[in-house]
């Protein structure tokens, strides 16, 4: 596939900025990834749009945005604000125009903004709508957040779903595979990790609406469905019909732990009579 203009992606200095930060981390990654990568057709030719990401290890970002500068529409990635602080890597992330997610405080709002923003300027922004590292035991997309959800319905740009599958076998999520088993840190050799994009998420039904968080919550259940189906594709299996959540998964460990709690003490006052 020939590789489109940066002209689309606003500030050329971004565009030079971003050449650099190839020459230094393509290396990088050609040393770790065997790249089997497709779906770049589905990518808009022209104008904003946003991608949306299933997230499988601490590596993800820097193989995504491989694939995406690849496909010759570098990306505009919302990441954790923290990162922004990190020497160099800082420095690197706000001259290629990422944008940082302040979470739980007042200036929240800021990467959402910036993304319409950058969308409405014919930019492309990514999103990992899971918000973090999947939880699911089998690596399975958990349930979404509504961010990309809001962006797309307020800016009515195409939502491109992207799934790839094998980084978390160099760095597997929080220490562990498949099925919840511990897992290390496996360098080499050279790891096949697939990344596809699917075509755009339908998201029809909801223009015009207002944004109410029913619409937002359905329409993002119709994103990470998206990005779960293109997954099914890659790993030839299907998904669990119940999505992993991180609330529920908190309540219901809160209340083992109560339960446990409880028992322990009724033991306790029994051994003491």
Known sequence: MARRSYASFGNADYGIWYRFAAVLVKPVTTALVKPEWSGWENFPKEGGFLTVVNHNSV???VVYAHFQYNSGRPPRILGKSSLFSVPFIGFMLRKTGQIPVYRDSTDAAQAFRAAIDAVNDGQVVQFYPEGTITRDPDIWPMTGKSGAARVALMTGAPVIPVAHWGAHEIV????RGLGGKKAKVSLFPRHRVQVVAGPPVDLSRYQGQE???????SATEDIMAAITAVLEGIRGEQAPAERYDLRTAARDRAKQATDETQQSRQQQKEAGR
């Open 172 to 175: 597997p999520p929080y220490g």
């Open 211 to 217: 944004l109410t968080a029913q619409v937002l919550r």
């Open 59 to 61: 590596i993800d970002p």
